[in-house]
């Protein structure tokens, strides 16, 4: 599975963005999925993961109730809703797949490139 996000950019604090990330191969609906971020000098961290069918998804607390997780595996692309941004949203963006729904740095497949998502106050 090969992985390309897209959709980061600049906004100012309590705008939306949408990001996507579209994937190669034929297993794509088999996988779980999910988004990961890493700031400047931090680790990269877990954001959210939805399970293959998309009736299942599981967030970070920090992004509970802001960001939503979607799926489509008619077009092999899964996406992040992003409203109410923040400053501390600030990172780059990469999605991800594997096979636990408990996604993890250490337990994720496939990585895809990051991309920037900066938040201005």
């Known amino acids: 599975v090969q992985l390309q996000a897209s959709g980061g950019g600049l906004v100012q604090a309590g705008d939306s963005l949408r990001l996507s990330c579209a994937a190669s191969?034929?297993?794509?609906?088999?996988?779980?999925m999910g988004w990961f971020r890493q700031a400047p000098g931090k680790e990269r961290e877990f954001v959210a993961t939805i399970n293959w069918s998309g009736d299942s998804t599981y967030y970070a607390d920090s992004v509970k109730g802001r960001f939503t997780i979607s799926r489509n595996n008619a077009k092999n692309t899964v996406y992040l809703q992003m409203n109410s941004l923040k400053p501390e949203d600030t990172a780059v963006y990469y999605c991800?797949?594997?096979?636990?729904?408990?996604?993890?740095?250490?337990?994720?497949?496939?990585w895809g490139q990051g991309t920037q998502v900066t938040v201005s106050s």
């Open positions: 991800a797949a594997g096979t636990i729904m408990l996604l993890t740095r250490r337990n994720v497949n496939y």
């Open positions: 191969g034929r297993t794509f609906s088999r996988h779980v």
